[in-house]
């Protein structure tokens, strides 16, 4: 059975930092790499940030720089953290397993509820 449950979104000023965290099922933890992606209202949902099982991280361009992904694999939990956050950050964030390569399709059958950002002032 998958789990994935995201928790720490919330309402933050530009400038301003927040921690994601994403408490993930073994079966899908423990054998995937594991993205963080988000969406924005009339946007597909994109891939923002991965780490690999052994913590290697990618992301794209618009976080670099900005936000850290990184995972505790006895917890099976991955975090994601942002800061200088822009208005243009906010969306609904959801973590998942991540393809091996950035651009292959990440189509998956099951998303959790996800953690809603907002960047307001």
């Known amino acids: 059975q998958v789990q994935l449950v995201e928790s720490g979104g919330g309402l933050v000023q530009p400038g301003g930092s927040l921690r994601l965290s994403c408490a993930a099922s073994?079966?899908?933890?423990?054998?995937?790499?594991m993205g963080w992606y988000r969406q924005a209202p009339g946007n597909k949902r994109e891939l923002v940030a991965t780490?690999?099982?052994?913590?290697?991280?990618n992301y794209a361009d618009s976080v670099t720089g900005r936000f850290t992904i990184s995972r505790d694999n006895a917890k099976n939990t991955v975090y994601l953290q942002m800061n200088s956050l822009k208005f243009e950050d906010t969306a609904v964030y959801y973590c998942?397993?991540?393809?091996?390569?950035?651009?292959?399709?990440?189509?998956?059958?099951?998303w959790g509820q996800g953690t809603q950002v907002t960047v307001s002032s």
């Open positions: 073994g079966n899908i933890f423990s054998r995937n790499i």
């Open positions: 998942n397993k991540a393809p091996i390569i950035w651009s292959m399709p990440y189509d998956y059958a099951y």
């Open positions: 780490v690999s099982l052994g913590g290697n991280t």
